[in-house]
């Protein structure tokens, strides 16, 4: 069964940074599409960032130019959200998600089937 386990967050000031991780395991597949999304209660789940099976990036407009998305290796073991420039309405709980398969980069929480439990992120001005 597929994983994933979130860790980085905290709090920290505006301006500042912060890299979020996501150890998978349990892949069954070789390929997946990776994502990261961010929600504030009574809110809907937002995509932040997300990654294809080939590699290809894509980012909200809200993050573009502050957050990158990237994975330490082929397996898809391990995956980072480095935020910089953080702001105050960057703060809600993060999540990372995956979906096994050849599949293009998506920010739609319906793209995804599993998803880690998050990790709270509070940017104060």
Known sequence: QVQLVESGGGSVQAG???????AASGFKYVTYRMGWFRQVPGNEREGVAALSSDGTTIYA??????????KADAWNSLLWLEMNSLKPEDTA??????KGGQMRSSLTPGAYATWGQGTQVTVSS
Do not use: H
């Not at 407009?61 to 990237?70: C, E, H, L, N, P």
């Open 93 to 98: 709980t993060y999540y990372c998600a995956a």
């Open 16 to 22: 500042g940074s912060l890299r979020l991780s996501c």
């Open 61 to 70: 407009d809200s993050v573009k130019g502050r957050f990158t998305i990237s």
